[in-house]
């Protein structure tokens, strides 16, 4: 196995679920790549039922416990090549690249909203190819001093519908009568769902005779679960809100009528857009850079600013009152889903792979006073 991809996440996370999705591509490219992740975590389990090379780890916290294993498979599996796809490894094999110059070294960054802070330093400079999900990170990760010849943007890929079986819009079901809007992330600030709250009580307060009843459901858990209800309360809209906690969210993206994404930071927002438009749902999402190099305003997504609840009650009016637009927005998805098929990131991976290893022997994007 010349490529070994590192994930030591234990929870389901986007990185885990782009981590499959790139191993499956490779596989089925014909291209050789071992996984390794904790035992028994949702991406061992997947990789398990996708019959994925698959290497489980028992001990996978960060250190030199992991750093012996790493070190034992590469010398082991003929591994040439390291990916890691989460922040935490990144240290560890960044130690082992030191260790073995001839090994090449790829991270991948999802999200920037940590304003920076894991796209620097020492262990950074260890990294032949950083890729970048996103031009915001890619900004950010030049801000922060990465080489533009290390830099590389490889957007995300969409995930396939959900398996033969799985009672997509079963929950909740979508109703007849009733406009129902589907928000999905984390119950935290940087998903601003208090914007969409305000946004929601905006709406209500409208006097239009022609506007369907309505409601919002909002899929995800965090530490913002009791302020939201409380919020809602205050602001007389609680009896139009679910709050569904920690679930699938294309089980229930199925059964709306529209999306809304309010963030105002981090990656959630894309994976709502890719969802949604796998599943033939319109999106309202806020112009973050990570939202706009996925989608065209009024073509395959209705933007809005962040933090304007106003502008947010505009185009959920819109969504609910011009059903021409919500067909053009779900056209538009699905011909910009295209782009972001699992195929498409097998083969943008695969070419930067070919690329490192067949540098000229001896090369490498670390320099001695890195070292």
Known sequence: MSVLLVHLGFAASDEGEQTLLLARALRDAGREALL????????????????????????????????????????????????T??????????????????????????????????LRGWSVRQIDALVCAGTDVAALARAGGVEDTKIRVILPAARPPLPAGVPVGSVGGRSNDRFIFVAAGPLNPAADHASLLQAMACVQTMSIDDLPEWEVRIVGEGPLFGALL???????????LSLIGGQDRRVFLGAADAAVCCDVAG?????????????????????????????EDKISVLF???????????????????????ERLVAGGRAALERFRPVRLGAEYAALYDELLNAEPGASAVSSADC
């Open 36 to 83: 390794a992740c904790p035992q028994e975590s949702p991406l061992a389990v997947a990789a398990n039922d996708a019959d994925l090379p698959l290497v489980e780890l028992e001990n996978a916290d960060p250190g030199l416990s992991l750093g012996w294993t790493l070190n034992r498979l590469v010398r082991e599996r003929g591994v040439r090549l390291i990916h």
């Open 85 to 118: 796809l989460e922040p935490r490894v990144l240290t560890t094999v960044a130690l082992l690249r030191r260790r073995r110059r001839e090994l090449r070294f790829v991270h991948t960054v999802l999200a920037a909203s940590d304003k920076g802070k894991k």
């Open 230 to 240: 409380d919020s809602a309360e205050k602001l007389g809209v609680r009896d139009r």
């Open 267 to 295: 990656r959630n927002g894309v994976s709502v857009m890719l969802d949604a438009w796998n599943l033939g749902v319109p999106v309202a999402c806020t112009t973050l850079e990570a939202h706009r190099d996925l989608g």
């Open 304 to 326: 809005s600013p962040p933090t304007n609840p106003v502008a947010l009650a505009g185009s959920m009016l819109r969504l609910m009152q011009e059903s021409a637009l919500r």
